[in-house]
């Protein structure tokens, strides 16, 4: 949900940043950060803070990365040819490599973050176990036969948390806090539904916080209405109040404009047949393109709505005594 900042509103959470040295000792809480800093950290209760532990937990967290990705999300800045960060990326990655904590894949071709030479990285097995012994909360993975669509999945999914963060680079704008499932669903329950992601977006005048959907196109409709309908049995529960001062946005993100309106008349017909929750339970779609070149534009469609939509307003006028421009002047 979108709404106006206010004095207080934002979780009192210790920070913990991926670019800066964490005391082994220390006890700390949700990931908290200020434009220019990164919000993929992690929940944990004591942890090193070395650059390969942050960067085995990011992989852990998304379960899989480019190199490139994995360097946005390490230092908070566009990824650089033959710069400083390339080298201390590959060397957090070799390093990582040599204690066969990660494991390389072959590289992607086509589909979201894919292209030549881009090779995609996962924890190993002992990998998983030394961050299950920072993170508990960390699930048991699912087997090998699912892992094509596991990885473009978690590579798009990695795709959509860099775009908020590019956005708030950008425009000093905060990404407060970024959950991937696993975590979302250790703290809103994962009875009644598991999101993508979780997210918490601020800037000076307005925060939003959104449920993630990433959909590839690979299942059936009906596996969207369904989690829809999940969405809103924890929408009428109420057990989120305890955790959240309004009920989220739900933001799917969609291969295609084609895609998007196939899930726009599904989203209409499960609102249709759900009593209030239309009022309460709003749905966002959006194309991959669009949402990666600039979440905050107006992209999307909105069920019962229509389209186009922008996630924030925009910005207040500075003064209400400038007068309007005059194109005959």
């Known amino acids: ?6 004095a207080g ?18 006890a700390v809480g949700a990931a908290s950060s200020l434009s220019g800093e990164s919000p993929f950290a992690y929940r944990v209760g004591k942890t090193p803070g070395t650059r390969e ?81 920072l ?23 990695a795709e959509v948390a860099l775009a908020f963060q590019r956005s708030a680079r950008e425009l000093g704008h905060q990404l407060v806090d970024w959950e991937c ?5 250790e703290r809103f329950g994962a009875g009644a539904v598991v999101p993508d992601a979780h997210l918490l977006y601020t800037s000076d005048e307005y925060e939003l916080e959104a449920f993630l959907e990433i959909d590839l ?22 057990t989120w109040r305890a955790r959240l001062t309004s009920w989220p946005l739900v933001l799917a993100i969609v291969r295609d404009e084609r895609r998007a309106l196939s899930l726009m008349r599904v989203g209409e017909a499960v609102l249709s047949n759900a009593d209030t929750a239309r009022a309460d339970v709003e749905i966002w779609i959006g194309d991959a393109d669009g949402v990666n070149a600039n979440p905050l534009a ?10 186009p939509y922008a996630l924030l307003p925009p910005p207040a006028r500075r003064s209400e005594n400038v007068e309007p421009y005059d194109s005959a002047l």
Do not use: N
């Not at 949900?1 to 206010?6: D, I, K, S």
């Open 53 to 133: 532990i942050r960067a085995l937990v990011l992989l852990a967290s998304f379960r899989y990365l480019t190199r490139f990705q994995l360097e946005e999300m390490l230092f908070d800045a566009d990824p650089e040819r033959r710069g400083p960060r390339e080298v201390m990326t590959r060397g957090v990655i070799r390093r990582l490599q040599e204690e066969r904590l990660v494991t390389e894949h072959p590289r992607v071709v086509g589909g979201t973050a894919g292209g030549s030479g881009r090779m995609v990285y996962s924890p190993s097995a002992a990998g998983l176990k030394v961050v299950r012994s």
């Open 217 to 238: 196109g690979t299942e059936r409709t009906r596996y969207f209405a369904d989690k829809l309908r999940r969405y809103i049995e924890l929408w009428r529960g109420g």
């Open 181 to 185: 499932d696993w975590s979302a669903a």
């Open 1 to 6: 949900m979108v709404f106006t900042r206010t």
């Open 135 to 157: 993170c508990p909360g960390l699930p048991a993975r699912e087997s090998g036969s699912r892992r094509p669509f596991l990885l473009q999945h978690s590579l798009a999914t």
């Open 298 to 307: 107006p992209i999307w469609h909105v069920v019962g709505r229509g389209f």
């Open 9 to 26: 509103s934002l979780p009192d959470e210790h920070a913990v940043r991926i670019d800066e040295p964490i005391d082994a000792m220390e």
